[in-house]
């Protein structure tokens, strides 16, 4: 808020739940005029402008939900400066309509907030490229300070993030990537023996009734999953795209939550799917293999001990097998062919996604401290800062700390002893009794 306040750019990393929200909004009341968010999701706007409206802080978002006379009316408010914060996609820059491109454009805000700013990478390219045009927009807005949020980018994505809004010498604040209450195992398992190690996981018993979360990386595998835990007796729906309709899938959530019955307390989840997913009682998260990137893992197990209790995040992979990647490979050359970019654009993009790739399989595979990698690739080498006594009295003011994290014995590296003498399934007992 400080570096926001004396007009500096800046990228923010750190985990939901830390206060990333506040480091915009507070800025944006304290300046005069208008501060556009760039969000990815509408349901994500729609549940932001309600929250700051309970609060009566004047804001809207513009999106396709809104009729066209509700939409002009908006634009009138906006041009009247009725609005304190207003939240777009950055697709609504490029509409079709030139008169509602020079509308917006014509604001000149205070701020320009990016949420979601890993999007800028990961969609830039081959998914979303409107992603990738936001210094144009920044530009057209008359260059405000830029603000990015995101809950995971490493060094070399904060990088490209940077890079690609133009701002490459803006302030990088990173805190909150240690989970210190989830305990990490890497587990060696071949490919056709997982379902049983999976299966032996969920007999784990979980404490508090806690909830099992098993990331799969395509529908094939998760429905082959699903029909052998069925025929071990642990009946485990399966939660992804295609599942039902929009109310089917709304009915599993309220029942993984609690909310509805019949309970259920394990899931199978596809990547897009699972990290929709905010339970805090996730006492254990299964990977089926590692994801395309340490950025997904860092977001997918920390699905686990979101309200600060011991839990535990089992990523399976084969040290003796290329499989895993090849998989994730020819899943990220399909993303690049779909995506029609011109053959050079087409070429960074897959060295990027193959680079990425790699160095997950390298952390997965590693005899290292899994939780020091993990926090040096987001932080690199770990240094103490010394905070201003500001800063000091803004986290005394306005920290939430009513979820205290319990530390949990680190990971595979550090209880080899314990792993070659009882197991994988004693290191995750033991971090689950603590």
Not at 299 to 317: I, M, N, P, Y
Request: net charge positive; proline share 5%.
């Amino acid at each position: 808020m400080q570096a926001a306040l004396t007009n500096r750019s800046l990228l923010v990393v750190s985990p939901t739940g830390f206060g990333k929200t506040l480091c915009f909004q507070l800025p944006a009341m304290l300046r005069q005029g208008v501060s556009v968010v760039i969000s990815p999701l509408k349901a994500l706007m729609s549940e932001q402008v309600s929250s700051l409206l309970r609060r009566k802080i004047p804001s809207s978002f513009i999106n396709s939900d809104i009729d066209a006379d509700e939409k002009r009316l908006r634009y009138r408010l906006l041009t009247n400066n009725h609005f304190k914060l207003l939240y777009v996609a950055p697709e609504r820059f490029f509409v079709q309509n030139i008169n509602e491109q020079q509308l917006l454009r014509s604001v000149r805000p205070a701020f320009l907030v990016i949420d979601e700013a890993h999007c800028v990478d990961q969609w830039g390219r081959d998914f979303r490229p409107e992603y990738g045009r936001l210094k144009e927009v920044c530009e057209a807005l008359g260059s405000p300070p830029i603000l990015a949020f995101t809950a995971t980018a490493g060094q070399e994505m904060q990088k490209r993030i940077l890079t690609s809004l133009g701002i490459p010498d803006a302030q990088v604040f990173v805190r909150g990537v240690d989970r210190p209450n989830i305990g990490l195992l890497r587990w060696s398992v071949p490919l056709d023996e997982r379902p049983q190690a999976i299966a032996q996981l969920c007999r784990v018993p979980m404490p508090g009734r806690g909830k099992v979360m098993i990331f799969v990386p395509t529908l094939k595998i998760g429905q082959a999953l699903q029909n052998y835990l069925a025929e071990c007796g642990l009946e485990t729906p399966f939660y992804y795209s295609q599942l039902g309709n929009a109310w089917e899938r709304e009915q599993l959530l309220k029942r993984f939550a609690g909310e509805s019955r019949p309970k259920v307390d394990r899931i199978i989840c596809t990547s897009a799917f699972g990290m929709g997913l905010d339970i805090p009682n996730v006492r254990m998260v299964i990977h089926w293999q590692h994801p395309s990137s340490v950025e997904d893992y860092l977001q997918e197990f920390g699905r686990a001990g979101r309200d600060g209790k011991a839990s535990v995040a089992v990523l399976l992979f084969d040290q003796r097998s290329s499989r895993d990647g090849g998989l994730l490979q020819f899943m990220a050359d399909r993303a690049v062919e779909n995506a029609r970019l011109p053959p050079h654009e087409a070429l960074a993009a897959s060295n990027q996604k193959v680079a990425q790739i790699g160095r997950m399989a390298t952390l997965a595979t590693s005899r290292e401290c899994f939780r020091d990698s993990l926090v040096g690739y987001f932080s690199g080498p770990t240094r103490t800062a010394r905070r201003s006594f500001s800063t000091w009295l803004l986290e005394l003011v306005f920290a939430d700390r009513g979820v205290r994290q319990q530390r949990v014995i680190c990971c595979d590296a550090c209880q080899q002893r314990l792993i070659r003498r009882q197991g994988q399934l004693a290191f995750v007992r033991k971090v689950l009794s603590e």
